[in-house]
Antibody, heavy 119, light 109 residues
Framework: EVQLVESGGGLVHPGGSLRLSCAAS????????MNWVRQAPGKGLEWVSY????????YYADTVKGRFTIARDNAKNSLYLQMNSLRDEDTAVYYC????????????WGQGTLVTVSS | SYVLTQPPSVSVAPGQTARITCGEN??????VHWYQQKPGQAPVLVVY???DRPSGIPERFSGSNSGNTATLTISRVEAGDEADYYC????????????FGTGTKVTVL
C-alpha cells in the first residue's frame, strides 16, 4: 500500500524553526517528485514547495522563499521541510504529496501534521 | 502565487448534477486535476489530466477543460459527495507559480 506519513509538527514561537518529515512506503520513492502543501485553519490549499526525484530541481512559493528548505533522502525514503523564521501566518496543517508518475497531479497525500506558530 | 478562480459554493439536491468551474486565462492549454476534501481529512484525487479518473473513483465524477474554463461534474449527487473541491494545475512559468484553485464547497441539500 502506498503511504505517506508526516511528522514533526507542533507549537513553535514566532521566529523559531521546525523540521517536518514525511516517511514514504509502498513505492519506489527515488522515482517520484514530491511536494509540500499546507492548509491554514478554515482556508484553502496552498502549495509550498516541490522537489524533483533527484533533488536537482526545487521550487518554493513566494510566501516561504528564503525561509523554508525542501530536501529528501532517497536512501531513507524520506522527504523533509526545514522551516525557519516562522511567522503566525505559517500556522497550518502541512501535507506531503507525491507527484503522479509522468504527470503533475498530487496523489496520494499524507494525513498531515499541524504546525502552530504562536507566542 | 496566483490562484485559479472557483465559485465559493455550489448547492445541489441529491440525484441532481453538480458542476464546479475553475477559471484561468487559456486554462484549456494546461492539464487540470481535481481533489475532494472532506472535513478533517487529506485531499483525495478524483480527476486527473482534465478527465481521467483514478481507480476507485466512481464514474459519476467527470471532468472537462476548454478555453478559459475547466469543469468538474458530479452526476447523481449523493450525500457523501458533500465536501470541498479544488482544481489544480502545475504552472511554474514566470515568477509566480500557479497551483491550486480557491476551492468550492459543495452542499447537498
Amino acid at each position: 500500500e502506498v503511504q505517506l506519513v508526516e511528522s514533526g509538527g507542533g507549537l513553535v514561537h514566532p521566529g523559531g524553526s521546525l523540521r517536518l518529515s514525511c516517511a514514504a512506503s509502498g513505492f519506489t520513492f527515488s522515482r517520484y517528485n514530491m511536494n509540500w502543501v499546507r492548509q491554514a485553519p478554515g482556508k484553502g490549499l496552498e502549495w509550498v514547495s516541490y522537489i524533483s526525484s533527484s533533488s536537482s530541481t526545487k521550487y518554493y512559493a513566494d510566501t516561504v522563499k528564503g525561509r523554508f528548505t525542501i530536501a529528501r533522502d532517497n536512501a531513507k525514503n524520506s522527504l523533509y521541510l526545514q522551516m525557519n523564521s516562522l511567522r503566525d501566518e505559517d500556522t497550518a496543517v502541512y501535507y506531503c504529496a507525491r507527484v503522479g508518475y509522468g504527470g503533475n497531479w498530487f496523489d496520494p497525500w499524507g494525513q498531515g501534521t499541524l504546525v502552530t506558530v504562536s507566542s | 502565487s496566483y490562484v485559479l478562480t472557483q465559485p465559493p459554493s455550489v448547492s445541489v439536491a441529491p440525484g441532481q448534477t453538480a458542476r464546479i468551474t475553475c477559471g484561468e486565462n487559456n486554462i484549456g492549454s494546461k492539464s487540470v486535476h481535481w481533489y475532494q476534501q472532506k472535513p478533517g481529512q487529506a485531499p483525495v484525487l478524483v480527476v486527473y489530466n482534465d478527465s481521467d479518473r483514478p481507480s476507485g473513483i466512481p464514474e459519476r465524477f467527470s471532468g472537462s477543460n476548454s478555453g478559459n474554463t475547466a469543469t468538474l461534474t458530479i452526476s447523481r449527487v449523493e450525500a457523501g459527495d458533500e465536501a470541498d473541491y479544488y482544481c489544480q494545475v502545475w504552472d511554474t512559468t514566470g515568477d509566480h507559480p500557479r497551483v491550486f484553485g480557491t476551492g468550492t464547497k459543495v452542499t447537498v441539500l
